[in-house]
T-cell receptor, first 116, second 113 residues
Framework: AQKVTQAQTEISVVEKEDVTLDCVYETRDTTYYLFWYKQPPSGELVFLIR??????QNEISGRYSWNFQKSTSSFNFTITASQVVDSAVYFCALSEEETSGSRLTFGEGTQLTVNP | NAGVTQTPKFQVLKTGQSMTLQCAQD?????MSWYRQDPGMGLRLIHY???????DQGEVPNGYNVSRSTTEDFPLRLLSAAPSQTSVYFCASSRLGGSYEQYFGPGTRLTVT
């Protein structure tokens, strides 16, 4: 069965520090998709990125970057020069094309607090 | 487009009461689902639907019923509320297939006393 683990329950940093959120996944499918969602204090869930299992290129979007490594089953998320507005809960999630289709399995989430 | 809408935003129930959480989407998405979010447990799938007339159980279906009579609507029914169902409930929709991002509603915060 698929599983997503976010071992860091809470992280606290000072503004402008870089921070990496870890995500480790388990799946038996060869075709799968990994996602990151952000949940700010207001409570809504905001989609950040999707990566498919055949594309191991790292991705950068502004201060955000993602490192996908199939060899270690990890899909880590780095925020460079963190800001107070980055404070949120971040979720990593997995879907499997063959086994579970659209169903998402979420990790437990990492609460990131960026202090001024 | 309104996206995914959920009502109510907040609800307090007494143990044993029943209620329906409403969810609607206007994006013509085939896939809809319900999650509950509890502290330290991420989001867990309750029920999902791949189209009108088709529903299936997720990870934590006990105590909940769903139906999908139209593409747009996917209500979640609590048959006899229990304190263990105190949670934040999110409805989501997407196109069918694992590659598509899911769009989430704003959530319903339910307290069962």
């Amino acid at each position: 069965a698929q599983k997503v683990t976010q071992a860091q329950t809470e992280i606290s940093v000072v503004e402008k520090e870089d921070v990496t959120l870890d995500c480790v996944y388990e799946t038996r499918d060869t075709t799968y998709y990994l996602f990151w969602y952000k949940q700010p204090p207001s409570g809504e869930l905001v989609f950040l990125i999707r990566r498919n299992s055949f594309d191991e290129q790292n991705e950068i979007s502004g201060r955000y970057s993602w490192n996908f490594q199939k060899s270690t089953s990890s899909f880590n998320f780095t925020i460079t020069a963190s800001q107070v507005v980055d404070s949120a809960v971040y979720f990593c999630a997995l879907s499997e094309e063959e086994t579970s289709g659209s169903r998402l399995t979420f990790g437990e989430g990492t609460q990131l607090t960026v202090n001024p | 487009n309104a996206g995914v809408t959920q009502t109510p935003k907040f609800q307090v129930l007494k143990t044993g009461q029943s209620m329906t959480l409403q969810c609607a989407q206007d994006m013509n998405h085939e896939y809809m689902s319900w999650y509950r979010q509890d502290p330290g447990m991420g989001l867990r799938l309750i029920h999902y639907s791949v189209g009108a007339g088709i529903t299936d159980q997720g990870e934590v279906p006990n105590g909940y019923n769903v139906s999908r009579s139209t593409t747009e609507d996917f209500p979640l029914r609590l048959l006899s509320a229990a304190p263990s169902q105190t949670s934040v409930y999110f409805c989501a929709s997407s196109r069918l297939g694992g590659s598509y991002e899911q769009y989430f509603g704003p959530g319903t915060r339910l307290t069962v006393t």
